[in-house]
Nanobody, 115 residues
Framework: QVQLVESGGGLVQPGGSLGLSCAAS????????MGWYRQAPGKQREWVAG???????NYADSVKGRFTISRDNAKNTTYLQMNSLKPEDTAVYYC?????????WGQGTQVTVSS
């Protein structure tokens, strides 16, 4: 079993930056592929970025060049650095871990981009 706890959300002005963290419990973090998703009000949850257990990264086109995903296996933590934020980035951001055929989710953290 894996428990994921996101932190770092908040209110930021357009053009600003925010960093999210996802702390994982359990012993399988280093063998898990990690991802960030988001869900805006009235919209479906969408994939934002992913990092494989080997460190390979990929991003949704909407955030490419602005967001950076990373991981620290020693701390069992995944990060999402978000720069040049736009109002359309406003959403609840969820951390996701995939290990073999199992998928785990965090409870989410709110990010609001507004002046």
């Amino acid at each position: 079993q894996v428990q994921l706890v996101e932190s770092g959300g908040g209110l930021v002005q357009p053009g600003g930056s925010l960093g999210l963290s996802c702390a994982a419990s359990g012993s399988i973090f280093s063998r898990s592929d990690m991802g960030w998703y988001r869900q805006a009000p009235g919209k479906q949850r969408e994939w934002v970025a992913g990092i494989s257990r080997n460190g390979g990264t990929n991003y949704a086109d909407s955030v490419k060049g602005r967001f950076t995903i990373s991981r620290d296996n020693a701390k069992n933590t995944t990060y999402l650095q978000m720069n040049s934020l736009k109002p359309e980035d406003t959403a609840v951001y969820y951390c996701n871990a995939a290990f073999l055929s199992r998928v785990f989710w965090g409870q989410g953290t709110q990010v609001t981009v507004s002046s």
